[in-house]
């Protein structure tokens, strides 16, 4: 999965700034970390997401809940003996 990660999804998200390649002193393997811009844009596409997840419970709320009753007095009330 990690080797997947590394060779072919990591170079698609590098194209774009997303990620970048670091150096780590003393090892001969270099390490692959988020840059500012890739946090900029995990904010956003959270942000999106919770909205769109508050907007969809928003309208299942609305469709479940029973059309409410108008007060007022009926006809049976309202006629004389």
Do not use: C, N, R
């Amino acid at each position: 999965m990690d080797i997947h990660l590394f060779y072919h999804l990591a170079p698609k998200f590098m194209k774009f700034g997303l990620l970048a390649k670091a150096k780590v002193p003393g090892v001969q393997y270099d390490k692959i970390q988020t840059t500012k811009e890739g946090f900029s844009f995990l904010a956003k596409l959270s942000k999106e997401k919770a909205e769109k997840s508050e907007a969809k419970e928003h309208v299942v709320d609305t469709v479940k809940q029973p059309p409410t009753k108008k007060k007022g007095t009926k006809k049976s009330e309202s006629i004389e003996k």
